[in-house]
């Protein structure tokens, strides 16, 4: 059954009229794919959940949690769009087939050359209200750390097919493994002083309207976090990342995060637990680059690039924040 059949079933089971003109790829997402669908009742943006991420242990219940975590932050007055939620469950599933079905949003994301200061200083306010944000019996719901462990960066570099990545890996193992252990300590220290957030506002995820107001969408990483990691991680995300850093973007990001009372106490040890998160998104993408939980060649193919970015990324960030800090 194709995915387009499959899309107009669930539209027909709830209700939302009669497509009117074929689902429509959006290209640009990591994990799952978006397709934008017209019916008569109105425009859709219907998420369709990676299968490969859907059946594990809890990923479903997470997701449902998520969209809780996004529409409080709704309530409490933060720009962003949830899931629509059809007899108050956002999650929908149709033929082992998962969705999240949202209003479709006219707004645009930008490129890392179009961010100016205004930008960094109305994302930093975004997140300082986002932490600042009493989740009550949310934060109890979600799930603590994962058990700190460091990455065998060995076996990776031993089953990559892709030259230019499998080199770039082999060259840089030894550096990813000091890091990794020293953010394995730092992730220790700073545990403790955790918050409910977002945890993955990068440029991709902010949507910007006709007024230059930015909405924050892709809750589904939304969990516990410490605050001066997440703004810390960021603000490098909205100064160019490793591609066109600006350290001038990078403290106008933290101290307008202070300003709106942002918790920065921790900073040196949040340079390095920053690390947890990359590791774990740039193993899941040496294993899809591998073909382990891979769906096909597209996603494999993403895996590679990912991978690749990632690991120049971090080399970078740390040759910066070893000279600023």
């Not at 074929?22 to 299968?51: D, E, Q, W």
Request: charge should be negative; aromatic fraction near 10%.
């Amino acid at each position: 059954m194709s995915i387009d059949d499959i899309i107009k079933d669930l539209i027909t089971r709830l209700n939302l009229g009669v497509i009117v003109e074929n689902p429509l790829r959006v290209y640009g997402g990591l994990l799952n794919r978006l397709y934008k669908v017209k019916t008569t009742s109105g425009v859709y943006a219907i998420k369709h959940l990676n299968p490969n991420l859907i059946v594990k242990d809890n990923a479903k219940d997470n997701i449902i949690l998520t969209e809780k975590i996004a529409n409080t932050a709704k309530e409490k007055g933060v720009n962003c769009i949830p899931a629509i939620a059809f007899n108050n469950e956002s999650l929908q599933e149709i033929n082992n087939n998962y969705f999240l079905i949202f209003e479709w949003f006219n707004g645009i994301t930008i490129s890392n050359t179009m961010i100016t200061i205004e930008h960094i200083k109305k994302v930093a306010s975004m997140l300082a209200q986002i932490h600042n944000i009493n989740f009550e019996e949310l934060k109890n719901m979600c799930n603590k750390p994962n058990k700190l462990f460091e990455v065998n960066w060995n076996y990776y570099a031993s089953r990559i097919e892709n030259t230019q990545l499998k080199e770039l890996l082999v060259h840089n193992k030894d550096k990813l493994y000091e890091i990794d252990r020293k953010s394995t300590q730092a992730s220790k220290d700073i545990n403790n002083e955790i918050v409910v957030s977002h945890r993955d506002l990068d440029i991709l995820n902010i949507l910007w309207n006709k007024n230059e107001e930015p909405f924050a969408i892709d809750w589904e990483l939304a969990g516990l976090v410490n605050p001066c990691e997440e703004a810390i991680e960021t603000a490098w995300n909205w100064s160019g990342g490793h591609e066109c850093f600006d350290i001038n973007k990078f403290n106008c990001f933290l101290d307008t995060y202070k300003s709106c009372g942002g918790n920065l106490k921790d900073i040196n040890k949040a340079i390095y637990s920053c690390f947890k998160n990359n590791s774990d998104w740039l193993e899941y993408n040496l294993k899809r680059s591998c073909g382990i939980n891979c769906s096909d060649n597209e996603e494999m193919e993403i895996g590679e690039k990912e991978a690749l970015r990632v690991i120049k990324k971090v080399l970078k960030f740390y040759e910066i924040m070893d000279k600023e800090f």
